[in-house]
């Protein structure tokens, strides 16, 4: 009942900066975590960053403290992921997803939007 759509991404230069966004609808209090995982040609998936709906508390993977921040809009429909000082590394389909609670395990997550594409040159 809870549809999610990133966009957002595209082509940038190392060091340079991104804002993605997930659009949510519908039942949306279902879910108290949003969440972003990533995931390479060939690379296994990577959880990024995440956040609650409720208090707005963050959880961030070690890649990307520092560089990235996850934010949310207080009417619960929207969570973006802006990304600074970008690396070649970090070139991926970034999905959003929906949990119950905020973690960074890809298996309880389980409403998941399409996937937008962020390729970052040297």
């Known amino acids: 009942q809870v549809q999610l759509v990133e966009s957002g991404g595209g082509l940038v230069q190392a060091g340079g900066s991104l804002k993605l966004s997930c659009k949510a609808s519908?039942?949306?209090?279902?879910?108290?975590?949003i969440g972003w995982f990533r995931q390479a040609p060939g690379k296994e998936q990577e959880f990024v960053a995440a956040?609650?709906?409720?208090?707005?508390?963050?959880y961030y993977a070690d890649s990307v403290t520092g560089r990235f921040t996850i934010s949310r809009d207080n009417a619960k429909t929207t969570v973006w992921l802006q990304m600074n000082s970008l690396k070649p590394e970090d070139t991926a389909v970034y999905y959003c997803?929906?949990?119950?609670?905020?973690?960074?395990?890809?298996?309880?997550?389980?409403?998941w939007g399409q996937g937008t594409q962020v390729t970052v040159s040297s």
């Open positions: 956040i609650t709906w409720s208090f707005g508390a963050t």
């Open positions: 519908g039942r949306t209090f279902s879910r108290d975590a």
């Open positions: 997803a929906g949990a119950p609670f905020l973690n960074r395990v890809a298996r309880y997550y389980d409403q």
